[in-house]
């Protein structure tokens, strides 16, 4: 009869203990939930010194610094793990230089690889990183020619240095603010056809050219996005997404941030403490050679047309109340489909090949290295944050407009942001039709092939209007 009691007991004990933790669980949970949304941004120079490669080694290296280079970032707080977004003032981050970033950001941060975006703004005039082909280019021989990696591993320890820093400087968000407006005279599409519907006249980022000066805009997103936190009535932070190639003219070795750059310093003059994060939109077919023609003096006027739109965007601002409930993040990881053209053997025999040309050299070793993870299953994370009623879709490789505003459709009611040019292993990424039409960006320079467009219109359907 005694032992008989003490097995009765046992179990209602285990039983009431159970409750109490699960309720404590519970409890501890909610009171998470409860604490407010909480944000730190930073900043960090990251301007190369003289002599350093620029756009991964195929112009001219640095001969002077016109204008200095930045990253920037924001960390979102009490959402779950911390959230990390990073604008980087380089043509590119690519392959494993994704990988390091994120994981030494992850490490730094308290949070996993797989809720870091890392994004470039694809200025020209600038450093290419990819740290896994630059691993192959060395083992070729081929040292330094890609970028001064002295400089690339002090731009990542200061800059992860000072995202540690801003956690001690956390501010709370009660509102976010949504802004858009047109930006005149600035983006254009970069591919004009024939009646053969074939691209007939590519409009590069600046043209001479009187037919392609003559020729319509085309397809664009013509809206310059404005995402901004507040904490009451006082703004914290400005979020901008603009689809374009950023360049005013380049290759001469003089160092800059270009008419992105630039614009983003204007409107951060007009709204004086607010830090200002901007992101190149879906620009990958998208360019200025309607409106540039190349000389030097149409940069502040590129800048200054794309900072009006921002000050437009501003002056639009909605606020609306925003919680750490209303943040949620969604990821996807994505292999995409490789071009058929990319051939291991050639490309290997270009790289090993001391009498090629090095910037032919630099081109195999990153068609090799992209090639080689992707046979080997590397995929690439395609994410979203949701912030309200906001999107923000993060996107790899030179994008094509067409995306972004295909995210756009799919979430109608939202305000939807786009950031491309984050890994840009895959160089161009154009639609299905664009494989069959030729031109610049499909038919020379994308490393992808033509079943793209519906590997990633899954994904964005997968993705975009879903909190789940």
């Known amino acids: 009869m005694h032992?008989?009691?003490?097995?009765?007991?046992?179990?209602?004990?285990?039983?009431?203990?159970?409750?109490?933790?699960?309720?404590?669980?519970?409890?501890?949970?909610?009171?998470?939930?409860?604490?407010?949304?909480?944000?730190?941004?930073?900043?960090?120079?990251?301007?190369?010194?003289?002599?350093?490669?620029?756009?991964?080694?195929?112009?001219t290296p640095a001969k002077e610094i016109v204008d200095p280079l930045s990253a920037r970032?924001?960390?979102?707080?009490?959402?779950?793990?911390?959230?990390?977004?990073?604008?980087?003032?380089?043509?590119?981050?690519?392959?494993?230089?994704?990988?390091?970033?994120?994981?030494?950001?992850?490490?730094?941060?308290?949070?996993?690889?797989?809720?870091?975006?890392?994004?470039?703004?694809h200025q020209h005039d600038t450093p290419g990183v990819d740290i896994s082909t630059n691993a192959l280019l060395e083992q070729n021989g081929l040292k330094e020619v890609m970028y001064d990696t002295a400089y690339v591993e002090d731009v990542m320890q200061r800059t992860i240095a000072a995202a540690k820093m801003s956690l001690q400087q956390t501010q709370p968000v009660s509102h976010i603010g949504a802004g858009k407006a047109k930006v005149a005279q600035f983006a254009s599409n970069r591919r004009i056809l024939g009646t053969d519907g074939k691209v007939k006249i590519v409009r590069f980022s600046s043209s001479r050219n009187p037919a392609a000066i003559a020729a319509p805009e085309g397809t664009i997103d013509p809206y310059v996005r404005m995402i901004s936190l507040w904490n009451k009535d006082e703004p914290l932070v400005v979020l901008s997404y603009y689809a374009t190639h950023p360049q005013s003219y380049y290759g001469k070795g003089g160092v800059s941030c270009d008419t992105v750059g630039l614009a983003r310093a204007m409107h951060e003059k007009q709204t004086p403490g607010v830090p200002h994060i901007h992101f190149n939109g879906a620009g990958g077919n998208i360019g200025a050679g309607k409106y540039n023609n190349g000389d030097p003096e149409n940069r502040p006027l590129l800048a200054q047309r794309l900072a009006d739109g921002m000050q437009r965007a501003w002056e639009s601002t909605q606020k609306s109340p925003l919680s750490a409930s209303n943040v949620n993040w969604k990821v996807k990881?994505?292999?995409?489909?490789?071009?058929?053209?990319?051939?291991?053997?050639?490309?290997?025999s270009i790289l090993k090949n001391p009498q090629a040309k090095l910037t032919d050299r630099i081109r195999a070793a990153r068609d090799l290295n992209y090639l080689q993870r992707t046979k080997a299953g590397k995929t690439i994370d395609i994410t979203r944050l949701q912030l309200g009623d906001a999107q923000i879709i993060h996107m790899p490789g030179e994008l094509f407009v067409e995306y972004q505003l295909a995210a756009q459709k799919l979430a109608p009611d939202d305000f939807v942001c786009m950031a491309a040019y984050g890994d840009q292993?895959?160089?161009?990424?154009?639609?299905?039709?664009?494989?069959?039409?030729?031109?610049?960006?499909?038919?020379?320079?994308?490393?992808?092939?033509p079943e793209v467009e519906a590997t990633l219109m899954q994904t964005l359907k997968e993705l975009v209007g879903t909190n789940d």
């Open 3 to 59: 032992r008989y009691r003490n097995h009765s007991v046992l179990p209602l004990f285990v039983f009431l203990c159970s409750v109490l933790i699960l309720n404590g669980s519970l409890q501890a949970e909610k009171s998470s939930q409860q604490q407010p949304l909480q944000i730190a941004t930073f900043q960090c120079d990251i301007t190369p010194p003289l002599g350093s490669p620029l756009c991964y080694g195929h112009i």
């Open 73 to 121: 970032g924001i960390i979102f707080l009490n959402a779950g793990k911390p959230i990390v977004l990073l604008a980087l003032d380089w043509v590119g981050a690519n392959n494993g230089a994704q990988d390091v970033w994120k994981q030494r950001l992850a490490a730094a941060l308290g949070t996993s690889v797989d809720r870091c975006a890392v994004h470039c703004l």
């Open 333 to 348: 990881p994505v292999l995409l489909p490789i071009r058929d053209t990319l051939d291991e053997i050639t490309l290997t």
């Open 425 to 449: 292993g895959p160089g161009y990424i154009g639609t299905t039709i664009a494989y069959s039409q030729g031109g610049y960006e499909t038919g020379r320079v994308s490393r992808t092939a």
